[in-house]
């Protein structure tokens, strides 16, 4: 029991420490469009102070309008380490601390695996593993040193896939990344949980974005889905990560029955094939 209290004790302390979104500076990458642009207008909505990163500068641009033209915009692109320095470096100018750092930024391919070649591997770890990466090694320094604010110095949040879990076909280079993503954030948790640094992993299942348009057009096939898979907006994915930001917890699945269903894929490999 002696052993066990700290344990307890810390469960309920992160249960309970609650975060203010209003003021709340969070950094995303990716916002562009899809979940990171539905993110950032509903965090817009609940007063926080916003950094806002993609490659498409045109974008980013007519958001902050519609926002109503306060918040920090940067043209990043993320598969470039010196961007992503550039980018939080900005951020921390601008505001002085990042409490949430968002790593949104990916794109998928539909593409066998003995297809892939290496430079389309090296494109996509690129933007979705390296860019996670770098974003995080330039921000920790900054937020390791900075004061805590109800409970946290600071979160990370890694905006992975469902298919971390368990790949598919035509989309195992993608998973893989997604893998990768998921794997540095359960070390990640691990090795900042005396700093107060809380890291979250996100995993949505299809989300109604540009995201599977432009990964037909990269990989050069069609992706048959059936109509009756499930798939969620975007908004209802950046509301789920909105509640962890609140309160921060190490997974968010916004369609809960698929942290069931790939879980037991993972116990079942053969009758999940």
């Known amino acids: 029991a002696a052993q066990l209290a700290p ?14 979104l209003k003021e709340m500076t969070v950094a995303i990458t990716g916002a562009s469009a899809g979940i990171g642009r539905a993110l950032a207008v509903e965090l817009h909505r609940r007063g926080a102070r916003l950094a806002l990163a993609a490659r498409r500068m045109e ?3 007519a958001l902050n309008q519609e926002l109503g033209g306060g918040h ?4 990043t692109d993320v598969a470039q380490t010196a961007d992503c320095t550039a980018f ?5 100018q ?3 601390r990042i409490d949430t750092l968002v790593c949104n930024a990916g794109f998928g391919m539909v593409r066998g695996i003995g297809e892939m070649t290496s430079a389309q591997w090296q494109a996509l770890m690129a933007t979705n593993l390296y860019g996670t990466t770098d974003c995080i090694r330039a921000a920790l320094p900054g937020m390791i040193a900075q004061d805590q604010r109800q409970g946290w110095r600071a979160q990370v949040m890694i905006v992975s896939s469902c298919l971390a879990r368990r790949a598919g076909p035509e989309v195992g280079a993608y998973a893989a990344t997604k893998a990768a993503q998921l794997s540095v954030a359960e070390a990640l948790r691990l090795e900042l949980a005396d700093q107060r640094i ?3 992993s996100v995993h949505p299942i ?20 059936s109509p009756h898979e499930p798939t969620q907006s975007a908004a209802a994915v950046a509301e789920r990560m909105i509640a962890a930001m609140r309160s921060p ?13 790939f879980g037991l894929a993972t116990m079942f490999p053969g009758v999940a094939d």
Do not use: C, K
């Open 7 to 20: 344990f307890v004790n810390g469960l309920l302390r992160d249960n309970y420490a609650m975060r203010e």
């Open 206 to 225: 299809g989300t109604e974005t540009e995201f599977l348009d432009v990964a037909v057009a990269v990989g050069g096939r069609a992706f048959s889905r």
């Open 94 to 96: 601008r505001f002085g």
């Open 72 to 75: 920090l915009i940067q043209r």
């Open 88 to 92: 939080i470096a900005a951020a921390h």
């Open 198 to 200: 809380a890291v979250t």
């Open 59 to 61: 974008a980013l641009e």
């Open 249 to 261: 917890r190490p997974e968010v699945w916004p369609y809960p029955l698929a942290r069931w269903i």
